[in-house]
């Protein structure tokens, strides 16, 4: 396949007249189109306005995508206990695995081709089949809570048996659908996880070659001094005391660090996900990002889940990062479009831990996303990459691919029934309505 059009192969080089060469799940070639149609005669081709390298969600909620505006207007922690949670102990495994479609189909429609996704308790595996039924790569994992305070019961287990369930999922889906899917171990947070889970965390993931640990931390100003009052350690430092820190971890968030754990996070080369459009609605607060980037620290980009967002558009996102960050530092440097889609690419692909994957590069994997510029706001395009990171949005994409597989074209899902998962996913959200109302004042 010859796909051609306004190349962005990656945050620093644009080819205006380009072509990407994809052969089975890989890019063969990246360059001028008429030199590539000529080496590459037999190819089929296909033109796009713009292709740019699939986006990644460096951390997403798709299981909680049936709850998009059941809780607006609250902070992190009521925002959780009293309308997220009981969401997620309200659904069977059949509206697990339709939540996660419905997730992983507006990631497919609006060009994120690889995601880090907490899933819930219950029901996980159910996931790991929308995953990949749709055809995302994915960094999936089931979520883990063997403390309570004011969960419900449905969701609290006993530590061993998170953690054998955890295992039991590695083994079957670690490595899964062509390796387009692997696993994170991943508790919800250290607010809601005992020491010995959260070192059982560890341990788990050590077993297994490859597996990551995703989790969130230092979102709010609350469950922070929560965590220091409960273990006497900054939430980093606690982070870090039982081995959750290190090359192989995601925390989401990240806002409120001091600068010792700033240190920890640098220092044991620690990913961290940005996630802006959820901490504004939350108003958790501004993540310290040039800081970290300073630092050396890896920062990948994430809606986080639809109740706090409410989209994942990864566009809009990133539009969010920069001007976020330009905001505080009351700087209009901080930021630019080069950083955020860097963040939102390879960043991201580093953090979800997937080789050759981010850039539109020769012998890197062919997750590819084609958008349409016939737009007035696209109108007119001097910059490109300026238009993808501040004008476009997800519905400007039209075409998905990931592993050379097209997902997504013109507007039409082509592995699944696109009208389907919306009206099931409203069917769940119908049976849902009197427990979300019944939070709802
Ligand atoms: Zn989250």
Same mark, same amino acid.
């Given at each position: 396949? *010859? ?9 620093? %080089?644009? &080819? ?19 030199? *590539? ?74 060009? =994120? #081709? ?19 039924? *749709? ?44 390796? /387009?899917?692997?696993?994170?171990? =991943? ?6 996880? @005992? ?64 600068? #010792?754990?700033?240190? &920890? *996070? ?10 802006? @459009? ?40 990133? /539009? ?12 209009? %440097? =901080?930021?630019?479009?080069? =950083? ?59 075409? %998905? ?20 998962? /919306? ?19």
């Amino acid at each position: 396949m *010859l796909l051609s059009g306004i190349v962005v192969a990656d945050a620093h %080089t644009v &080819v205006r007249d380009g072509a990407i060469v994809v052969d089975d799940d890989r890019i063969a070639a990246v360059g001028d189109t008429t030199e *590539l149609a000529e080496r590459y005669p037999d190819h089929a081709t296909a033109e796009y306005d713009v292709l740019a390298p699939g986006l990644v969600g460096g951390h997403i909620h798709s299981v909680q995508s049936v709850g998009r505006g059941i809780a607006d207007d609250t902070a992190l922690l009521d925002w959780l206990f009293e309308y997220v949670l009981p969401m997620e102990a309200d659904l069977n495994a059949d509206e697990m695995e339709a939540a996660a479609r419905l997730g992983y189909l507006e990631c497919i429609e609006s060009g =994120t #081709t690889t995601c880090i996704d907490h899933l819930s308790v219950a029901h996980a595996d159910r996931a790991f089949e929308a995953a990949g039924e *749709l055809g995302i790569r994915g960094r999936l994992g089931k979520v883990l809570m063997d403390r309570g305070a004011d969960a419900p019961d449905e969701l609290v287990e006993r530590t061993d048996a998170g953690l054998a369930e955890s295992e039991r999922l590695i083994r079957e889906y670690h490595g899964a659908f062509d390796d /387009r899917i692997r696993y994170a171990v =991943t508790p919800r947070f250290a607010v809601s996880c @005992s020491e010995d889970c959260l070192r059982g965390v560890r341990d788990l993931a050590d077993q297994y070659d490859g597996v990551r640990i995703h989790t969130h931390a230092s979102e709010n100003t609350e469950e922070v001094a929560t965590i220091e009052r409960d273990t006497g350690h900054r939430n980093i430092h606690w982070l870090d005391e039982v081995g959750l820190t290190g090359e192989d971890v995601v925390l989401a968030h990240c806002v409120h660090t001091d600068e #010792t754990e700033r240190e &920890v *996070l640098a220092e044991t080369g620690t990913h961290v996900t940005y996630c802006p @459009s959820s901490n504004m609605k939350l108003a958790s607060g501004i993540a310290p990002i040039p800081e970290y980037l300073d630092r050396g620290i890896n920062v990948a980009l994430g809606n986080d889940g639809p109740p706090c967002n409410n989209t994942l558009d990864p566009f809009t996102e990133m /539009r969010q990062a920069s001007l976020l960050g330009k905001v505080d530092t009351r700087d209009p %440097t =901080t930021l630019p479009a080069e =950083t955020v889609f860097e963040m939102a690419t390879v960043n991201g692909a580093a953090a979800a831990g997937f080789e050759r994957v981010g850039k539109l590069k020769e012998g890197w994997k062919a997750d590819i996303v084609g958008l349409s510029t016939d737009l007035t706001r696209a109108t007119p395009l001097y910059d490109v990459l300026s238009h993808l990171v501040f004008a476009a949005h997800g519905d400007d994409v039209t075409f %998905t691919m990931v592993d050379g597989e097209v997902l997504y074209e013109d507007g039409e899902l082509t592995v699944a029934d696109a009208p389907a998962i /919306r009206e099931e996913a409203r069917r769940v959200a119908r049976d849902l309505d009197t427990a979300a109302n019944e939070s709802i004042p």
